[in-house]
Nanobody, 116 residues
Framework: QVQLVESGGGLVQAGGSLRLSCAASGSIFSINDMAWYRQAPGKQRELVARITSGGRTNYVDSVKGRFTISRDNAKNTVYLQMNSVKPEDTAVYYC??????????WGQGTQVTVSS
């Protein structure tokens, strides 16, 4: 059974930094895309950042220049470095992994709260 376990969320002041991590355990093979999504209260879940197996990245406009996604394939882990955070970044952040076998996995979510 595959599990994605997130860590690194918490409370941070506006302008500060956080680093989220998400590690996959279990029988997961050939991960293609890794991504971070977020969902704020009363809003739909949105894609924050994605990184392909080849290292190509894309970001939602609101985090460009502030967030950086990276991955460690040997550890089946994806990271999200969040700098210069804003109150509007407050949300539950979910990691997602999609394999070449077309299996889609989600983490349980980690709360990020940015105080003004």
């Amino acid at each position: 059974q595959v599990q994605l376990v997130e860590s690194g969320g918490g409370l941070v002041q506006a302008g500060g930094s956080l680093r989220l991590s998400c590690a996959a355990s279990g029988s997961i093979f050939s991960i293609n895309d890794m991504a971070w999504y977020r969902q704020a209260p009363g809003k739909q879940r949105e894609l924050v950042a994605r990184i392909t197996s080849g290292g190509r990245t894309n970001y939602v406009d609101s985090v460009k220049g502030r967030f950086t996604i990276s991955r460690d394939n040997a550890k089946n882990t994806v990271y999200l470095q969040m700098n210069s955070v804003k109150p509007e970044d407050t949300a539950v952040y979910y990691c997602n992994m999609f394999t070449w076998q077309r299996h889609n996995y989600w983490g349980q979510g980690t709360q990020v709260t940015v105080s003004s």
